[in-house]
């Protein structure tokens, strides 16, 4: 209760003074740190409630790797994985005579206007928001991110497998992984803007979603390696994709509808913004209650002098 305490009166003196260039460069470095630690600690308590986490010096590896070796996987993977796609674009692209036509009279007139002007942005938006470049963004963010994401995020409860004692012990160090990963991407995209607040309100969410997928992964990381229950892995890694890629397909959807307001025609997405942000908030509150079920079911299938035990 405290952590959420100090972490809304952080978030809310970072929202008053985000779009104040005199102070917030000054501010916002001081206040993102617990900004962003905070909401992560408490989703972290209520992940490993009452769950034992084993030795000390391997739940440290585990949160280290998690800040460490899975970004740095990922990052490169995924970084592969667009250029593919990228390239495969372009290819496309270039077997099209009109649209690479037309695409080389915008890149000239871009240049002549000049990449920064807000003519230049205005003649851009249109193929921005084209249906086949939000396709493409949503196949990648959320379809191929996920993919790789849920396998690659609890990487450390992969390399200790073999010594996890119960599926509630892979809940728990998934969770630590889930955290360690939500605490290093945060502070990756955080920037001293004016939306500062707002962006880390909703990174809350993304949070939630890390942890949660990470923590259930976890739990059937044993079930598969120690009772040879491969389908419960498959299962809950389906779902694991499906709960980050339906998040990521929302996530860009509003992006998408944001653009829409600097374009002067109508698009699919125009005026979508608030019914994808209560959709938003809706999906990160079943995040939550999933996370504190399954907590209670992991606790459950603990024995009961494990139960008694404090959670080191």
Partial sequence: ???????????????????????????????????????????????????????????WNIFGLGMTLSPFFLIFIEAFALFAILFVVVAFLMLQPNIAGDLERLSRQIVEIGPQSEESINLFLPYLLNPGVIGIALAYFAVLVPLIEEIFKPFGVWFYAKRLTSPAQGFALGALSGSAYALIETLGVSAQTADWGSLLLSRIGTGILHVTTSALMGAAIFYALHDRQYSRLLGIYILSVSMHG???????????????????????????????????????GLFLIILI????????????????EPVP
């Fill in 1 to 59: 209760m405290i952590s959420l305490i100090i972490a809304g009166i952080v978030i809310f003196i970072g929202y008053q003074f985000g779009a104040k260039d005199s102070v917030n460069w000054l501010l916002l470095p001081f206040l993102t740190l617990p900004a962003v630690a905070l909401p992560i600690f408490i989703l972290l308590g209520l992940a490993i409630r009452g769950l034992p986490l084993g030795t000390r010096w391997r739940s």
């Fill in 246 to 284: 339906l998040w990521n397909a929302l996530a860009i959807l509003y992006s998408f509808s944001s653009l829409t307001e600097f374009v002067k025609q109508d698009n699919l997405l125009t005026g979508f913004q608030t019914p994808l942000i209560v959709s938003m908030s809706i999906l990160a």
């Fill in 293 to 308: 079920l399954s907590n209670r079911r992991m606790r459950a299938t603990l024995p009961k002098p494990l139960l008694e």
